[in-house]
Each structure stands twice: as structure tokens, then as C-alpha cells.
């Protein structure tokens, strides 16, 4: 049978969800289900104070508050919600709910790519350029019909 217990759901590194800091609701799936979907409760609705919790560094949760304000995922308050109801059962939604969260913070937590340097363009890349581009040029001017006659 299937361990039951909580696993710890990395987001980097030795940081992890504190299982203490979520909070779960459960309601019930729409769509199509038969007789099964009006007596359980299998979607899963998961939600994290990103802005009280103590489990991320304050560098990540200023950078995830950041980053997560415009997206819609974030409540008012610094809290987010994480939502799951593609599995028939309560406890694989769950699951997938918990790994969507980890994974959304560890995007959201993950730190900016460095800045572009840009480089000089080489001088025979330009020369290529201008001359394919005049060549161009020569072929549609040909085109033209003005010489037919």
C-alpha cells in the first residue's frame, strides 16, 4: 500500500513547504462524475502565507511577493492559492496541488538571470548582411518590366 505520510515538497535547494504553514480546503469537482462526484469533496484548494511564514529566506519572499503580485495567484495579504481537481481522488489531487506550490514557489523564488552583454557585431557578419541585402534588392529590380520590349 501507498506511504501515506506527508513528504517534505523541496523548493530549492534545503528549503522545503513547512506541511505546518498550509492550509487545505476541499470542495467538490465540476463536470462530469456520476453518482460518485456529488458525495466527495476532491478538489483541492491549497493556501500559503508567503508573507507571514518564517520558512523562506527574506530575500526569496520579497523577490516571490514581487514577482507573484500580478498573476492573480497571490490574495491580498501575501497569500497564495494553489487549486487541483484533475485526479478522481482526494489524495492525488492533493498531492499534485502540493507539488504545483513548490514548484510555483521555487519559480517565483528563483533568482533573476543575469543581465545581457551585448557585444560588438563582427565586421564581416555586417558585410555579409549588406551584401545578401543588396543582392536582394538587384533581383526584385530586375523583376521589374520596364526593359521588356
Known amino acids: 500500500m501507498e506511504d501515506m505520510s506527508p513528504s517534505p515538497y523541496v523548493i530549492r535547494g534545503s528549503v522545503s513547504l513547512p506541511e505546518a504553514e498550509l492550509t487545505w480546503r476541499?470542495?467538490?469537482?465540476?463536470?462530469?462524475?456520476?453518482q460518485h462526484v456529488n458525495t466527495s469533496d476532491t478538489q483541492v484548494e491549497l493556501r500559503f502565507d508567503l508573507a507571514a511564514t518564517e520558512a523562506l529566506p527574506a530575500v526569496w519572499k520579497e523577490r516571490?511577493?514581487?514577482?507573484?503580485?500580478?498573476?492573480?495567484?497571490?490574495?491580498?495579504?501575501?497569500?497564495?492559492?494553489?487549486?487541483?481537481?484533475?485526479?478522481?481522488?482526494?489524495w492525488r489531487?492533493?498531492?499534485?496541488?502540493?507539488?504545483?506550490?513548490?514548484?510555483?514557489?521555487?519559480?517565483?523564488t528563483a533568482p533573476p538571470p543575469r543581465p545581457r552583454r551585448k557585444k560588438k557585431e563582427p565586421r564581416g557578419a555586417k558585410e555579409r548582411r549588406l551584401r545578401q541585402k543588396k543582392q536582394r534588392g538587384d533581383l526584385k529590380r530586375g523583376r521589374s518590366g520596364r526593359d521588356w520590349a
Open 64 to 90: 516571490a511577493l514581487e514577482r507573484l503580485s500580478g498573476t492573480g495567484r497571490l490574495l491580498s495579504g501575501g497569500v497564495v492559492v494553489v487549486r487541483a481537481s484533475e485526479h478522481r481522488s482526494q
Open 93 to 108: 489531487n492533493r498531492e499534485a496541488a502540493a507539488t504545483r506550490m513548490a514548484s510555483l514557489l521555487a519559480e517565483a
Open 26 to 34: 476541499f470542495t467538490r469537482s465540476s463536470g462530469p462524475g456520476g
